[in-house]
């Protein structure tokens, strides 16, 4: 018994390759931003500019519809914001408690220096 000649499954639709969106979402910016934003505010100050960076990203790719996280990268940008308020004035609070004792603690002994010594 023979088959007939042509292609298998000749009635049925078989869809062929599906076309690739136009666009790619773009959701890893704000994932980024809030975890470098977080990071920057607990331990790596340098780590603000990259939340600046990728938080701004995700708010264009929300507003133009590439992206449905924009919030992430709002708060990752706030993060970064508040993380370098954060370290500037830490850095400065240091230096500037730093300068007042360290001048202290140097008038004390250079006091402590022309007192006659214990018998």
């Known amino acids: 018994m023979s088959l007939p000649a042509g292609p298998p ?10 076309p690739s969106p136009p666009w790619q979402s773009q959701n890893d910016a704000g994932i980024i931003a809030l975890v470098t934003g977080v990071l920057a505010l ?11 960076i990728y938080g701004k990203k995700s708010q264009r790719a929300q507003a ?3 992206a449905d996280n924009g919030s992430m990268g709002s708060a990752g ?9 954060f370290w500037v004035s830490f ?8 300068a007042v004792f360290g001048i202290v603690w140097v008038g ?12």
Request: glycine fraction near 10%.
């Open 9 to 18: 499954n000749r009635g049925q639709y078989s869809p062929g390759p599906q």
């Open 42 to 52: 607990i331990m790596c100050p340098v780590l603000a500019a990259p939340a600046l």
């Open 64 to 66: 133009v519809g590439l």
């Open 77 to 85: 940008y706030w993060l970064g914001i508040t993380a370098i308020i």
């Open 91 to 98: 850095i400065a609070i240091f230096v500037i408690v730093y």
């Open 108 to 119: 004390m002994f250079s006091m402590m220096d022309g007192m006659p010594a214990e018998p």
